[in-house]
């Protein structure tokens, strides 16, 4: 079918192409025929065409030689007379691209020899497509490249000649370029791609296009080659960071190396183009110490000291860069965050030290401030101090606080304070700090000297040297140095109408009290003075104290007789009636004893009589009495010495001597001036009679003008006076205080008396003196006068003659 379909097209063809052949060309022959005709195809009969019987044709050996070429194209069909085709005939193979394809062959008969040339023109048939030289054109384009430029292709190629060759090339479409035919000499057609919109490698890195060779051959052929297009990098892109700004917070003290944040920062480039490392940029110094920036990866890290109070926020510009220096920047702000990591500090504004005792309450003594550098509650900070203390701190403004008192200071019981204050922060923890001040209180003179006792009592034996220490005072003052220094001094006064300062003196440092002479018991035994403690402060202090001085007595006197007078002196005789019965009263010894007590307590011994067992003495009245009645043969003149003795230790004595007269009548006494004393003692003697009669007179008036009264007082008198004794006032040294017969004493003293137990007899014992002045009026010993005439009438009972005399502080040493 094929075949048929072939052949018949191969005649049409031939004939329409032939015939104007056949009628130009003369004596040869030639046929036009196209190429590719299938073998066997007849291409015309040369034997009608030459005119040769086509029945000799096998017998001349017709044959067909191919001028110049070894390959046999065509054949004759014997039997018929055909030029036919024997192999295939290709154009493009015999002839390439020359525009006429002339294949020569030689038609040779034999018997006879006989040559005819035959032409055979090959025409073209579109059998070829245009084809490119590759299937694949790769491109690299910069993207950076500009709009408009261009790029040639390879051309595509097209074995056909004429109208079969390449007529056209077509590009896919595609948004970058467009195709432009270059009409070039010689028919040839190039073709270039022109840029029509700017590359983007970061969007499309590579483009596909598809170009299309088409001839002008019908049916038409086409022939097709990819195009790939690279689109090359160019460094068109800055890196991008993620955040226009980038915010962290860090707390302060972060360690070193503590990742803060990282940044990040894309470039579209690729390669170096988009390799990004990453900078600080601009910062201050101590920003980058802080901080550091990793240039690859972008991490922030902490590199240095994060002080929040040096430095609270952190504001750095970064930069991010790519290979070729293209950047772009972004902001870093790191907010530091607190942390309690300052103790607060505490400052003494001012401070009061020493501050004076007596400051009254609330009283500033200092003014302290506090400051914390954190913030927030981390730099809220309270203070307080101590509490059992006298102070208080009182909240002023803001973080200052004012050190007050808060009571009264007493230096002598606290004298200095060890404050402490402690701040503390409200973080958490919290911390601390406190601070130790020492605040002394300085010395007000706020206090007397106190005498360590209420009154001080001194006792001295008289006749102490002078000089000799009778007791010693102290006081204290707890006030500090010359406010608490105190010094002694006895206040002036009198004793006895002279100065204390006579009899006693202080030192003033010690205390210690001396006498100043030698005292006397006999003169005074007790007597007060006023010390004073004064301290040294401005103005001084002081209180005073009583010192009483209670002189203690020694024997130092010897019994002093007043009657008789004294061995040797004694003028006196008595008379004894010669009727007298025993036990009558004769005489009495009267003796007085300045001391005191014991001391002063007599005893009385006769020591030598002329008739021994005659008379006996009182011990402790001085009575002298009969012993038994008076006989004729009693000697007239009785001699007895008498001796006094005191109780003390030891104890002293003096003697008398008494003489008495047996007689009812001093006439019968011839003897009495012998009996008597030297001349020298008459004129004397006169005198003193004298004076005891005067005073005799007046006693006895007196006695009977009080006996009257007593007498009309209790009709019944007690005081009975039987002995005519009478002393003499002018026997009595002065000073002695006489009492008279009622008991009342005339003495600036007063003395305590009592009977000494176990006797009867009226011995009075000095106990106790007391100075008047020394003692309260409702002290005093209240002796009214009855107590005294008890005492008497008691005595009386006892005794029939009786005169008492009551002795005071007689002194008769010194007068
Ligand atoms: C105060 O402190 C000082 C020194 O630490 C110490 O010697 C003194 O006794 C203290 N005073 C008081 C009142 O605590
Ligand atoms: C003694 O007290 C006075 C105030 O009475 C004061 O001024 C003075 O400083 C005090 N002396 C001493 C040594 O403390
Ligand atoms: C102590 O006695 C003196 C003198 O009599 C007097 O001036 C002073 O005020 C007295 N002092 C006291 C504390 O009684």
């Given at each position: 079918?094929?075949h048929?379909?072939?052949?018949?097209?191969?005649v049409?063809?031939?004939?329409?192409l032939?015939?104007?052949?056949?009628?130009?060309?003369?004596?040869?022959?030639?046929y036009?025929?196209?190429?590719?005709?299938?073998?066997?195809s007849?291409?015309?009969n040369?034997?009608?065409?030459l005119?040769?019987?086509?029945?000799?044709?096998?017998?001349?050996?017709a044959?067909?030689d191919?001028?110049?070429?070894?390959?046999?194209?065509?054949?004759?069909?014997p039997?018929?007379?055909?030029?036919i085709?024997?192999?295939?005939?290709?154009?493009?193979?015999?002839?390439?691209?020359?525009?006429?394809?002339?294949?020569?062959?030689?038609?040779?008969l034999?018997?006879?020899?006989?040559?005819?040339?035959i032409?055979?023109h090959?025409?073209?048939?579109?059998?070829n497509?245009?084809?490119?030289?590759?299937?694949?054109?790769?491109?690299?384009?910069h993207?950076?490249?500009?709009?408009?430029?261009?790029?040639s292709?390879?051309?595509?190629?097209d074995?056909d000649?004429?109208?079969?060759?390449?007529?056209?090339?077509?590009?896919?479409?595609?948004?970058?370029f467009?195709?432009?035919i270059?009409?070039?000499?010689?028919?040839?057609?190039f073709?270039?791609?022109?840029?029509e919109?700017?590359?983007?490698?970061?969007?499309?890195?590579?483009?596909?296009l598809?170009?299309?060779a088409e001839?002008?051959?019908?049916?038409?052929?086409?022939?097709?080659v990819e195009?790939?297009?690279?689109?090359?990098?160019?460094?068109?892109?800055?890196?991008?960071?993620?955040?226009?700004?980038?915010?962290?917070?860090?707390?302060?003290?972060?360690p070193?190396?503590?990742?803060v944040?990282?940044?990040?920062?894309?470039?579209?480039?690729?390669?170096?183009?988009?390799?990004?490392?990453?900078?600080l940029d601009?910062?201050?110094?101590?920003?980058?110490?802080?901080?550091?920036?990793?240039?690859?990866?972008?991490?922030?890290?902490v590199?240095?000291?994060?002080?929040y109070?040096?430095?609270?926020s952190?504001?750095?510009?970064?930069?991010?860069k790519?290979g070729?220096?293209?950047?772009?920047?972004?902001?870093?702000?790191?907010?530091i965050?607190?942390?309690?990591?300052?103790?607060?500090?505490?400052?003494?504004q001012?401070?009061?030290?020493?501050?004076?005792e007596?400051?009254?309450?609330?009283?500033?003594?200092?003014?302290?401030?506090?400051q914390?550098?954190?913030s927030?509650?981390?730099?809220?900070v309270?203070?307080?101090?101590?509490?059992?203390?006298?102070?208080?701190?009182?909240?002023?403004?803001?973080?200052?606080?004012?050190?007050?008192?808060?009571?009264q200071?007493?230096?002598?019981?606290?004298?200095?304070?060890?404050?402490?204050?402690?701040?503390?922060?409200?973080?958490?923890?919290?911390?601390?700090?406190?601070?130790?001040?020492?605040?002394?209180?300085?010395?007000?003179?706020?206090?007397?000297?106190?005498f360590?006792?209420?009154?001080?009592?001194?006792?001295?034996t008289?006749?102490?040297?002078?000089?000799?220490?009778?007791?010693?005072?102290?006081?204290?003052?707890?006030?500090?140095?010359q406010?608490?220094?105190?010094?002694?001094?006895?206040l002036?006064g009198?004793?006895?109408?002279?100065?204390?300062?006579?009899?006693?003196?202080v030192?003033?440092?010690?205390?210690?009290i001396?006498?100043?002479?030698?005292?006397?018991?006999?003169?005074?035994r007790?007597f007060?003075?006023?010390?004073?403690?004064?301290?040294?402060?401005?103005?001084p202090?002081?209180?005073?104290?009583?010192?009483?001085v209670?002189?203690?007595?020694v024997?130092?006197?010897?019994?002093q007789?007043?009657?008789?007078?004294?061995?040797?002196?004694?003028?006196m005789?008595?008379?004894?009636?010669?009727?007298?019965h025993?036990?009558?009263?004769?005489?009495?010894?009267i003796?007085?004893?300045?001391?005191?007590?014991?001391n002063?307590?007599?005893?009385?011994?006769?020591?030598?009589?002329?008739?021994?067992?005659?008379?006996?003495?009182?011990?402790?009245?001085?009575?002298?009495?009969?012993?038994?009645?008076?006989?004729?043969?009693?000697?007239?003149?009785?001699?007895?010495?008498?001796?006094?003795?005191?109780?003390?230790?030891?104890?002293?004595?003096?003697t008398c001597s008494m003489?008495?007269?047996?007689?009812?009548?001093?006439?019968?006494?011839?003897?009495?001036?012998?009996?008597?004393?030297?001349?020298?003692?008459?004129?004397?003697?006169?005198?003193?009679?004298?004076a005891?009669v005067?005073?005799?007179?007046?006693?006895?008036?007196?006695?009977?003008?009080?006996?009257?009264?007593?007498?009309?007082?209790?009709?019944?008198?007690?005081?009975?006076?039987?002995g005519?004794?009478?002393?003499p006032?002018?026997y009595?040294?002065?000073n002695?205080?006489?009492?008279?017969?009622?008991?009342?004493l005339?003495?600036?003293y007063n003395?305590?008396?009592?009977?000494?137990t176990?006797?009867?007899?009226?011995?009075?014992?000095?106990?106790r003196?007391y100075?008047d002045?020394?003692?309260?009026?409702?002290?005093?010993?209240?002796k009214?006068?009855?107590d005294?005439?008890?005492?008497?009438?008691?005595?009386?009972?006892?005794?029939?003659?009786?005169?008492y005399?009551?002795?005071?502080?007689?002194?008769?040493k010194?007068q």
């Amino acid at each position: 079918m094929g075949h048929k379909g072939l052949h018949s097209a191969g005649v049409v063809c031939g004939l329409s192409l032939i015939l104007p052949l056949l009628r130009s060309v003369y004596g040869d022959i030639s046929y036009s025929f196209p190429e590719e005709m299938k073998q066997g195809s007849v291409i015309g009969n040369i034997a009608k065409d030459l005119g040769l019987d086509v029945g000799r044709l096998s017998a001349r050996k017709a044959r067909i030689d191919t001028v110049g070429k070894t390959r046999r194209y065509c054949d004759i069909n014997p039997s018929k007379g055909d030029l036919i085709v024997a192999e295939r005939i290709d154009r493009e193979a015999l002839c390439g691209k020359k525009a006429s394809c002339l294949l020569k062959l030689d038609l040779v008969l034999e018997n006879p020899l006989e040559l005819h040339r035959i032409s055979l023109h090959i025409q073209d048939i579109n059998d070829n497509s245009p084809l490119f030289k590759k299937d694949i054109i790769k491109m690299e384009i910069h993207e950076s490249t500009e709009k408009g430029a261009r790029f040639s292709l390879d051309e595509a190629h097209d074995a056909d000649i004429g109208e079969n060759t390449v007529k056209g090339y077509s590009l896919q479409n595609n948004g970058n370029f467009v195709l432009n035919i270059d009409p070039k000499s010689g028919g040839r057609k190039f073709s270039e791609l022109v840029l029509e919109k700017k590359l983007d490698r970061e969007n499309q890195q590579q483009i596909n296009l598809l170009l299309t060779a088409e001839d002008g051959g019908a049916p038409q052929r086409s022939g097709t080659v990819e195009i790939h297009v690279t689109v090359l990098d160019a460094n068109d892109n800055a890196p991008v960071f993620s955040q226009a700004a980038y915010k962290a917070s860090l707390p302060e003290n972060s360690p070193l190396g503590t990742t803060v944040i990282t940044v990040s920062a894309t470039d579209a480039d690729e390669g170096v183009n988009g390799e990004v490392t990453y900078e600080l940029d601009h910062v201050l110094d101590e920003s980058r110490n802080a901080f550091s920036l990793n240039q690859k990866t972008g991490e922030v890290r902490v590199n240095g000291p994060i002080d929040y109070e040096e430095e609270s926020s952190y504001e750095i510009r970064i930069s991010a860069k790519d290979g070729l220096g293209l950047a772009s920047y972004s902001t870093l702000i790191i907010d530091i965050t607190d942390v309690n990591d300052n103790t607060p500090v505490i400052f003494i504004q001012s401070f009061t030290n020493p501050i004076p005792e007596n400051v009254p309450p609330g009283t500033e003594v200092g003014i302290i401030n506090v400051q914390d550098e954190d913030s927030d509650n981390n730099r809220q900070v309270s203070c307080f101090i101590q509490q059992n203390i006298p102070l208080k701190l009182v909240p002023s403004i803001k973080n200052y606080y004012s050190l007050v008192t808060t009571g009264q200071l007493d230096r002598e019981l606290v004298s200095d304070y060890n404050i402490t204050i402690t701040a503390t922060d409200e973080g958490s923890p919290p911390l601390f700090s406190s601070k130790s001040v020492h605040l002394s209180v300085a010395d007000v003179n706020d206090n007397p000297p106190v005498f360590e006792e209420q009154s001080y009592n001194a006792y001295v034996t008289e006749n102490n040297k002078p000089g000799s220490t009778l007791c010693s005072v102290s006081a204290l003052d707890p006030d500090w140095r010359q406010n608490g220094t105190v010094i002694y001094s006895i206040l002036p006064g009198e004793v006895n109408g002279a100065p204390v300062s006579s009899y006693l003196s202080v030192n003033g440092d010690t205390g210690l009290i001396h006498a100043v002479r030698s005292l006397d018991y006999e003169q005074f035994r007790s007597f007060k003075v006023h010390v004073m403690a004064r301290d040294n402060g401005s103005p001084p202090l002081s209180s005073n104290v009583t010192v009483s001085v209670f002189i203690t007595d020694v024997n130092d006197n010897s019994p002093q007789i007043l009657y008789p007078a004294p061995e040797g002196h004694s003028f006196m005789t008595e008379l004894v009636p010669k009727a007298a019965h025993g036990g009558s009263l004769v005489s009495k010894v009267i003796a007085v004893d300045a001391d005191s007590g014991q001391n002063a307590w007599l005893s009385y011994h006769i020591v030598k009589s002329t008739d021994p067992g005659l008379f006996t003495i009182g011990l402790h009245s001085g009575e002298i009495r009969t012993q038994r009645d008076i006989s004729e043969s009693d000697n007239m003149k009785q001699n007895l010495i008498v001796t006094v003795k005191d109780n003390g230790q030891p104890s002293l004595s003096a003697t008398c001597s008494m003489y008495l007269l047996i007689s009812d009548n001093l006439a019968e006494v011839p003897e009495l001036k012998d009996m008597s004393y030297d001349e020298t003692n008459s004129k004397l003697t006169s005198y003193l009679i004298i004076a005891l009669v005067s005073v005799s007179t007046f006693f006895l008036t007196f006695i009977t003008v009080i006996l009257g009264v007593r007498f009309c007082r209790r009709r019944k008198p007690r005081l009975l006076f039987d002995g005519a004794v009478a002393i003499p006032s002018a026997y009595l040294p002065p000073n002695y205080a006489e009492v008279d017969g009622t008991g009342t004493l005339r003495s600036t003293y007063n003395y305590d008396a009592y009977l000494t137990t176990g006797s009867r007899t009226s011995d009075f014992k000095f106990v106790r003196s007391y100075n008047d002045n020394t003692l309260p009026a409702d002290q005093t010993l209240r002796k009214s006068p009855s107590d005294f005439a008890v005492a008497f009438g008691d005595s009386d009972s006892s005794s029939e003659v009786g005169h008492y005399l009551y002795y005071t502080h007689a002194n008769t040493k010194l007068q």
